[in-house]
């Protein structure tokens, strides 16, 4: 059985009849943490829509996520629909709160773009995404913008050189010792027939300048794939190369050094998957992987799995939901669909996924029943995952807190 014929744009559920009620729970929750925070006066403003395709940053400096863009749609009778937008939000940790940022300019409305953080010069850096323009034809960028953290001002960087194409869904990172964006891979198909690419750039920040790295006995081309940074090294983990499976399982440190790339992962571990969260655990030399969409019965995950970099392997941290029920037709599943692991978060892929040296964090995403749009932590050194925002919608019926569940959804 495969849940999903089309998996890249279909969710299965067709829509959320609880929102209402689980918009005042996360009300309620959120107020709960005011109490918990002595320096919060306010209640909490309200949180960003319910979204997917989205990318940020953790701002230690002010103990913070930003996020910005990505696709607010819903979908209709299970069929994708798009509402791309050009928001910046703030994720204040220490009240658990969302501020809306007004930010002129900037790169506007953006889906499936990458952004990292350059510490080193206290702002962020967007690269590329896309852009919907109508009916299976898109505009993908391959422009670079900077966030200044301090003032939350815009700026476009000019660059010259061997530009990439345009493209979303792609791995980059910021060389903080080379002070240097680093791209890998992508989606560059214009029509929305997805088509991976697996060349890889460098845009030196100081001069502008783009220059191709090549490369040998790296990953194959793909798009989807999740990225992060430990020490010297880009961890690249799953992805797709194409619309239908096989998807990877595959994972490469790619030395930033001396720009040569070395497979790391061998034998069983997570399933073959696209839209993972990937985190980078320094204090034990490893990776965790979460979540993703695979092309089995369940399709999306919230299982766990750490990586040792120095080649002990792939060790699982948390099972996730397990599969309890058969759909009854296409896009109608039974409440008892699966069984929550409700120690983790909802089973998702396409989510925000940023880090601090420590911490872990997880915001948005598309799930079984639409996007969603609450925050989840994992204390890296254990694994242990936190809710630190509930969602006001996405979540199946039977791990959402509403009682008059009918299917999976609502």
């Not at 979908?75 to 928001?87: F, H, I, L, Q, S």
């Not at 506007?108 to 206290?122: K, M, N, P, T, Y």
Request: charged content about 20%; glycine content about 12%; hydrophobic content about 35%.
């Amino acid at each position: 059985m495969k849940l999903l014929v089309f998996p890249f744009i279909v969710s299965l559920g067709c829509g959320d009849k609880d929102t209402t009620l689980r918009a005042d729970a996360a009300d309620d929750a959120a107020q709960d943490a005011l109490v918990e925070a002595p320096n919060c006066t306010e209640r909490p403003a309200d949180a960003p829509e319910t979204r997917s395709e989205v990318a940020g940053v953790f701002d230690e400096a002010r103990n913070r996520i930003l996020v910005y863009g990505g696709n607010t749609a819903a979908p209709v009778e299970c069929m994708p629909d798009y509402e791309y937008v050009a928001e910046l939000w703030a994720f204040h940790l220490d009240c658990h709160s969302w501020e809306r940022i007004e930010a002129p300019g900037g790169p506007g409305i953006r889906a499936r773009h990458s952004i990292v953080l350059d510490g080193s010069h206290d702002r962020l850096i967007l690269f590329g995404g896309r852009e919907r323009l109508g009916f299976g034809r898109y505009t993908y960028y391959n422009d670079v913008w900077a966030l200044g953290l301090a003032s939350d001002t815009w700026s476009e960087i000019t660059t010259t050189g061997s530009a990439p194409s345009g493209r979303a869904v792609t791995a980059a990172a910021y060389d903080e010792a080379r002070n240097r964006l680093i791209i890998f891979g992508g989606d560059v198909d214009t029509m929305g027939l997805l088509r991976a690419i697996g060349d890889m750039f460098a845009l030196d920040l100081e001069s502008g300048a783009w220059s191709a790295i090549t490369t040998t006995g790296g990953p194959a081309a793909r798009f989807y794939h999740s990225s992060s940074v430990l020490g010297d090294e880009l961890i690249v983990f799953g992805g797709a190369a194409a619309f239908n499976p096989p998807y990877f399982n595959d994972a490469y440190a790619f030395n930033m050094v001396n720009d040569t790339w070395r497979r790391i992962a061998t034998g069983s571990g997570p399933s073959p998957r696209f839209g993972s969260a990937l985190f980078a655990d320094s204090a034990n030399r490893r990776v965790i992987a979460f979540g993703g969409h695979d092309d089995g019965d369940l399709g999306n995950h919230n299982d766990s799995w750490s990586l040792d970099l120095d080649g002990d392997g792939w060790t699982e941290l948390h099972g996730g939901d397990t599969l309890n029920g058969a759909p009854s037709g296409p896009c109608m599943f039974p409440t008892d669909f699966t069984v929550p692991e409700e120690t983790s978060p909802e089973r998702r892929y396409s989510m925000m996924a940023v880090q601090s040296t420590s911490t872990g964090f997880v915001f948005g995403g598309k799930t079984d029943c639409g996007n969603i749009n609450d925050v989840w932590a994992m204390d890296l050194p254990t694994g242990a995952w936190s809710q630190r925002r509930p969602a006001t919608g996405g979540e199946a019926c039977n791990r959402s807190g509403a009682t008059q569940c009918t299917t999976l959804c609502y």
